[in-house]
């Protein structure tokens, strides 16, 4: 169960004060979320650099770092990257849920003993 006293995302010591340049700690997450996220705002032609890492592997968080083009602000594109990624989401489970109840597919069914 996920603790609820701390934020979700927290900004690492070091950020530029404009926060072009940051790195943002993403509690109760992992690669799963962090390859994804990192590519999303790779998308983002405003991003100069996004990388992620877990560092260590029993602590249950990602580090992500975002160096942002002409002093944008890394907040603001790391907010868009998660809504993209959530509609991203949202659009493929429609998809599937479509393809399950309008495409014709082969079930196997494991014989009884």
């Known amino acids: ?66 160096q942002m083009y002409d002093n944008l602000s890394s907040l603001e594109a790391l907010v868009k990257a998660l809504g993209d990624l959530d509609d991203l989401c949202a659009s493929i489970e429609s998809k599937y849920e479509t393809s399950l109840q309008n495409d014709e597919y082969e079930r196997f069914v494991e014989p009884t003993p």
């Open 1 to 66: 169960m996920a603790d609820t006293s701390k934020p979700k995302i927290t900004i690492m010591k070091g950020a530029t004060e404009d926060l072009s340049a940051a790195t943002y700690q993403v509690h109760d997450e992992s690669h799963t979320i962090g390859n994804a996220l990192r590519w999303m705002l790779m998308k983002n032609p405003k991003v100069e650099f996004c990388g992620y890492s877990v560092p260590h592997p029993s602590e249950n968080h990602i580090q992500i770092r975002i």
